[in-house]
């Protein structure tokens, strides 16, 4: 088996995978704009994807999420590592921390600049307005190729201690589970990109050099430990990585 680097990855598709994407919005409210999601890729673009979206799909609240993707049968096999159970305390979750990190909100989201202005807000002393294209939250997903015969249970939680280490300076970690449900077991983290007091960034999750560095020490972790093969070179991925991002 062999490390994927970019691409959409389909359920037949003989290879591992590791991403990251970036929600840009805090709720489904705010998706009234269309904001389109930034991916510094190794992995597919999710486009106009909110925090409480990826975590109700993430934990199966929607009633017709995935219809023909996702097998509802198998659904009780879906395990969640870390973090709430319900989708709105992982949301919760995240605004707890924001406000108790000097981060502004209102009305059950971030205070961006704009909505500052345009309702003439006094924001309290010693909490920092956020641009509304600042990240609200970074996804990494991983995943095994639908025929793996890998002990996906082991794969996953060192994929997991994997993260927490890597990750362990690019934000706070909201929730973590598998899903076996559908045609590859993968697991999605969700993480706060909360880097200090007053300020929150998805860069450190989605710059060039990290996500070059990402694949390689995941694989370097992980991959070995379990058998799976990585035939791209540094400098071939690091290079294949800016022309995706290029196009």
Not at 2 to 12: E, F, I, Q, Y
Not at 39 to 62: I, M, Q, T, Y
Request: with cysteine; charged share 25%.
């Amino acid at each position: 088996m062999s490390a994927k680097l970019g691409g959409m990855v389909t359920d037949d598709d003989d290879s591992q995978f590791i991403g990251v994407h970036v929600l840009k919005t805090w709720s489904d409210t705010e998706l009234r704009r269309r904001a389109v999601s930034k991916s510094g890729r190794l992995g597919p673009v999710r486009k106009n994807r909110s925090l409480d979206v990826a975590a109700r799909h993430n934990l199966r609240e929607f009633p017709g999420d995935g219809a023909g993707k996702i097998d509802r049968a198998r659904s009780n096999h879906n395990r969640v590592l870390f973090g709430p159970t319900r989708a709105r305390d992982v949301v919760s979750r995240a605004l707890h921390l924001c406000q108790a990190n000097g981060i502004a909100v209102h009305a059950g989201a971030l205070l961006t600049t704009k909505e500052r202005d345009r309702l003439k807000l006094v924001v309290p002393e010693g909490h920092e307005v956020l641009r509304a294209d600042t990240a609200r939250a970074c996804e990494v997903v991983i995943s095994l190729p639908s025929d793996s015969t890998i002990d996906e249970r082991a794969f996953f939680d060192d994929a997991l201690e994997w993260a927490r280490t890597f990750f362990a300076r690019c934000g706070t970690l909201l929730s973590a589970l598998v899903h076996l449900d559908q045609g590859r077991p993968h697991m999605h983290m969700l993480y706060l990109p909360l880097l200090g007091f007053g300020k929150m960034s998805g860069t450190p999750f989605t710059a060039r050099d990290r996500l070059v560095l990402m694949h390689a020490n995941f694989h370097a972790v992980v991959g070995v430990k379990y058998g799976l093969a990585d035939r791209i070179s540094t400098q071939d991925r690091y290079q294949k990585t800016l022309e995706r991002m290029a196009a």
